[in-house]
T-cell receptor, first 114, second 115 residues
């Protein structure tokens, strides 16, 4: 079973600055994946980035990068050059050998200030 | 870009009624899931489905819930006798790969309101 912990209920960042959203995980699965999803106020769940446990390099997708530190069991999301449209709830999720059973963290509400 | 689509986007139903939430997963995906999110709370796994059968389900997924893939494209979640506490956003998701875990793509959700 997986446990995902997001310790920041809310974060603020100035527009154009970078922000790091924290996520730690705990799992007994030898193979697992970690994800970040964005949920704007409209409610949909938008996939942002994925990191597999065997991936050697940190994942990047445009302005999003995942700072994966296996020894520390952390998978922090870094958003560079924040935009007003980045204001949303961000969920870290993880899953093991069952391809679909993701466990979600409690989420972090990010507010980008102009 | 392929996407998961869900219908309806919002459903209001009376307590005790049956509802069916519909999803069309991404066409070449093999794994299908339902999650729910009670307003203001975290996203919770309900069930995963592969090869025409349930592969895993959570304790939330009790006898009042069922899933079906009635044809090659649709994936449905049925709630037999809705309760007030079933009010939530229900997300369908699909993913392409098996034992190597990969990202799941979510639909836009169906907001179920039980009155």
């Amino acid at each position: 079973a997986q446990k995902i912990t997001q310790t920041q209920p809310g974060m603020f960042v100035q527009e154009k600055e970078a922000v790091t959203l924290d996520c730690t995980y705990d799992t007994s699965d030898p193979s697992y994946g970690l994800f970040w999803y964005k949920q704007p106020s409209s409610g949909e769940m938008i996939f942002l980035i994925y990191q597999g446990s065997y991936d050697q390099q940190n994942a990047t997708e445009g302005r999003y990068s995942l700072n994966f530190q296996k020894a520390r069991k952390s998978a922090n999301l870094v958003i560079s050059a924040s935009q007003l449209g980045d204001s949303a709830m961000y969920f870290c999720a993880g899953g093991g050998t069952n391809a679909g059973k993701s466990t979600f963290g409690d989420g972090t509400t990010l507010t980008v200030k102009p | 870009e392929p996407e998961v689509t869900q219908t309806p986007s919002h459903q209001v139903t009376q307590m005790g009624q049956e509802v069916i939430l519909r999803c069309v997963p991404i066409s070449n995906h093999l794994y299908f899931y339902w999650y729910r999110q009670i307003l203001g709370q975290k996203v919770e796994f309900l069930v995963s489905f592969y090869n025409n059968e349930i592969s895993e389900k959570s304790e939330i997924f009790d006898d009042q819930f069922s899933v079906e893939r009635p044809d090659g494209s649709n994936f449905t979640l049925k709630i037999r006798s809705t309760k007030l506490e079933d009010s939530a956003m229900y997300f369908c998701a699909s993913s392409g790969q098996g034992w190597v875990f990969t990202e799941a793509f979510f639909g836009q959700g169906t907001r179920l309101t039980v009155v």
